[in-house]
């Protein structure tokens, strides 16, 4: 059973606040719980510290930070984040956790490079779909491990301790549903109980169970997924079990443009610098701009289940600015092409078919055609020799449903009353995509990781310290 009665047992170790999890959300929680005075241990179900963070693009949106202005960009606002958010969302999402986030988003970043020397600065060379202005901020060379490695080293430098290969199985709640412990299982099977008086769960979605993805998001369920195997679902499962409310569970992060085999990203802007899709018959099939997440179904639903994407240098200059991109280009994925003829013959569609496509996109970045899909082709210049071309499949990132949480980061009953000790952020909680993949806007996982991380870590110590 996930749930175990606890009924006044003892535990050998206990400390005040314990998270499961030490991707973003949970080493940011424990970053901000041991900065309030809180004993904290983090428990990682890996030999080695990695998740979802890792496998990112550690972009993280932020509005209005002064990294922004000294940049020269002064005109984003918490005000704009908040309402891309909710719009990219059609307005599904819950409201006052995007206005927390982008409220808080600023604040987030700040610390963590003022506080903890992570090397964050603002993505100013290319604006994501659905972004009013271009909110990132990233490491230098634009790639989740990165940002996750300078995560791990701060938690080092702060003395807070990590218990590796430690996969929690069980947790242990009282007849009032505070949680006093947990029960954890080592690769040798050994078991350890841990006692605590606050559990933040810090631990992801359930990307990578596929009974729960045949359950929750059926038409995703076979597509290629580039999470972690360890996003199992249990905190959802824990909580279910507890009587929380779950909320959007068909929604998820996907991923349009995966390079195939080599199944790393093509970075975005192959896309948003004018760039396009064609299945094997050589014509477009969708918005490509409205959004990576949703474009992943859009391949997924073409003839084999894979596309071709079609970019030139001014979409390739920007996007091998990111790691991600520069791995594709190595593996041999991502063809030069000096002609539209070249590129049928690389991609083996028709080269009539793509004749056809090319004057149809340049018609519409001239204003004399309406695009069929609705997209806005006239704020870029038309492709212009030479092309680059890669074979890509859609792809599953993460699941963005999850366990509902107040703005105090508590985990919620289905009534809508809190748990008094249960806390959840990142990907374990309800994500700001509402139900479902078009909801998606760029980066929202890695800003609700971090800063529902912080204020989890922050809560947690204000009540196990006694200052609620």
Not at 378 to 404: D, F, N, W
Request: proline share 4%; hydrophobic share 40%.
């Amino acid at each position: 059973m996930p749930i175990e009665a606890f009924t006044g047992q003892t535990f050998a170790t206990h400390v005040q606040v314990l998270i499961i999890g030490a991707g973003a959300c949970g080493t940011i929680a424990g970053l901000a719980a041991t900065e309030r005075g809180a004993e904290v241990l983090i428990l990682e179900r890996d030999a080695k510290p990695s998740g979802s963070t890792a496998l990112s693009g550690g972009q993280i949106p932020a509005a209005g930070t002064r990294f922004q202005r000294e940049a020269g960009l002064l005109d984003d606002t918490p005000d704009l984040l908040f309402h891309d958010i909710v719009n990219k969302a059609h307005g599904e999402c819950d409201h006052a956790i995007a206005r927390l986030m982008a409220d808080e988003s600023g604040n987030t970043v700040t610390w963590l490079i003022d506080r903890h020397r992570i090397p964050l600065a603002p993505v100013l060379d290319f604006q994501y779909p659905g972004h009013s202005r271009p909110h990132m901020h990233a490491t230098p060379r634009r790639l989740g491990d990165e940002l996750h490695t300078a995560l791990l080293a701060a938690i080092d430098r702060e003395g807070v301790p990590i218990a590796t290969s430690a996969q929690v199985t069980d947790l242990f709640v009282d007849d009032q549903s505070l949680v006093r412990g947990v029960r954890v299982q080592r690769p040798d099977g050994t078991v350890e109980e841990i006692g605590c008086d606050a559990l933040i769960l810090a631990c992801n979605g359930y990307g990578g169970n596929r009974d729960m993805l045949a359950r929750y998001i059926p038409e995703g369920a076979d597509l290629f997924y580039e999470g972690h195997v360890g996003n199992q679902g249990d905190a959802v499962r824990w909580g279910e079990a507890m009587g929380a409310s779950v909320r959007d569970m068909g929604s998820f992060q996907g991923h349009g443009a995966v390079a195939w085999p080599a199944a790393t990203h093509l970075s975005w802007p192959t896309i948003t610098e004018g760039g396009f899709h064609v299945n094997r018959s050589g014509q477009r099939f969708s918005n490509e701009n409205s959004g990576y997440s949703e474009q992943a179904l859009h391949v997924h639903r073409q003839p084999e289940k894979f596309a071709w994407a079609i970019w030139d240098q001014r979409g390739e200059t920007i996007a091998f600015r990111q790691e991600s991109h520069v791995k594709a280009v190595e593996s041999g994925c991502v063809k030069r092409c000096d002609s539209i003829a070249d590129i049928a013959r690389v991609t083996g569609c028709d080269l009539a078919a793509l004749e056809k496509t090319f004057a149809d996109v340049a018609a519409c970045a001239t204003g004399t055609r309406v695009d069929d899909f609705g997209r806005d082709f006239t704020r870029k210049p038309m492709l212009s020799a030479p092309y680059y071309v890669c074979r890509i499949v859609g792809a599953l990132t993460h699941t963005q449903g999850g366990l509902e949480i107040d703005t105090g980061m508590r985990v919620l009953r289905t009534d809508g009353t809190p748990f008094p000790n249960l806390f959840a952020g990142g990907g374990a909680a309800r994500g700001l995509s509402g139900p479902a993949d078009w909801g998606y806007m760029s980066g929202s996982g890695l800003l609700m990781a971090t800063s529902t991380g912080r204020l989890a870590g922050e809560a947690a110590a204000r009540l196990v310290l006694g200052r609620d």
